[in-house]
């Protein structure tokens, strides 16, 4: 019985051949595949004389390792899997984030919409951010969380001529080497009504007594070496209210320091890791965290 089979370009093909179908699916398949090499040659040859291209396209595919690594190299759990991500997702709504300013150095697009959501949900009377750099994370908690709600964040000094790193590794180096503390501020504190607290220190040695049991919502995204993502977060457990959270920033095998640190306090505490974002989160009351 002769059948007919339409073809993508709107070619139509009458045949009573029962291999038909398998020849136009290796057609198909094979034509896909010769357009692939097509566009790589063309992608390459471009990038010869544009090599932000092939930086872009390198960036890319690490980045897709990282992720796939969180799943299968960690003790840390899949954000799915806590009652805050079906809190999030019992509803569609809409939060205040920024796409196009996320400079080097700072929060991903993404990672700028998930921070907008998850303070947003949790309307936190009090944030902790361990590393302020451009603010630009900083913008992010100001325009998502309650007019009342107070927000500290910490940066080093802006002269960095009196840095002295304690503990220091080669990992706290390259973070002091490729940032710029002259970095023009995404936010105006004194435009704040006094809700945002500027603090300025090396959080090895930063005083953080005066806030232990007292903050809501703590961000950590300062030095990423292994001594001092320990030091952030044993100071980040003890400033945590009944209700608090810690966000850290950047969990991923580029940074060793922050995914050993994570893997280690996972063994004993519930740790997720947010999908398509180097975000990891602990939740003090893990069934309990409501607004």
Not at 21 to 31: H, I, Q, S, T
Not at 233 to 240: D, F, G, K, S, V
Not at 251 to 256: C, E, L, N, T, V
Not at 277 to 285: H, S, W
Request: contains cysteine; glycine residues 6%; hydrophobic residues 40%.
């Amino acid at each position: 019985m002769e059948k007919t089979f339409a073809m993508n370009d709107g070619t139509k093909i009458r045949s009573n051949s029962a291999l038909t179908p398998y020849f136009l699916k290796g057609y198909y398949y094979v034509f896909r595949a010769f357009k692939f090499i097509i566009i790589s040659l063309k992608v390459l040859a471009y990038g010869i004389f544009h090599p932000s291209v092939i930086f872009n396209f390198l960036f890319g595919v690490v980045t897709e390792i990282a992720e796939f690594h969180k799943r299968c190299g960690g003790r840390v759990r899949n954000f799915r899997e806590a009652a805050l991500y079906r809190d999030l997702t019992a509803a569609v709504r809409f939060f205040k984030s920024n796409c196009f300013n996320a400079d080097f150095g700072t929060i991903r697009p993404m990672e700028a919409q998930v921070l907008a959501a998850v303070a947003a949900h949790l309307r936190p009377k009090t944030v902790f951010e361990m590393g302020t750099y451009t603010g630009f994370s900083t913008l992010h908690l100001i325009e998502n969380t309650p007019p009342d709600t107070v927000i500290y964040t910490l940066d080093l000094p802006q002269d960095k001529a009196e840095i002295v790193l304690r503990n220091d590794l080669h990992e706290a180096h390259r973070d002091i080497k490729n940032i710029n503390l002259n970095a023009r501020r995404h936010f105006d504190a004194a435009r704040e009504g006094g809700r945002v607290v500027e603090l300025f220190g090396d959080t090895m040695t930063f005083d953080f007594s005066p806030y232990y049991g007292k903050i809501d919502f703590v961000f950590i995204d300062a030095n990423h070496s292994y001594l001092y993502v320990k030091s952030d977060t044993e100071n980040a457990l003890r400033m945590l209210s009944a209700r608090g959270v810690i966000l850290w920033h950047d969990y991923d095998f580029i940074h060793p320091g922050v995914f050993k640190l994570i893997n280690e306090i996972a063994r004993d505490k519930r740790i997720y890791y947010i999908e398509r974002t180097r975000y990891a989160l602990y939740i003090k009351n893990a069934e309990g965290v409501r607004p």
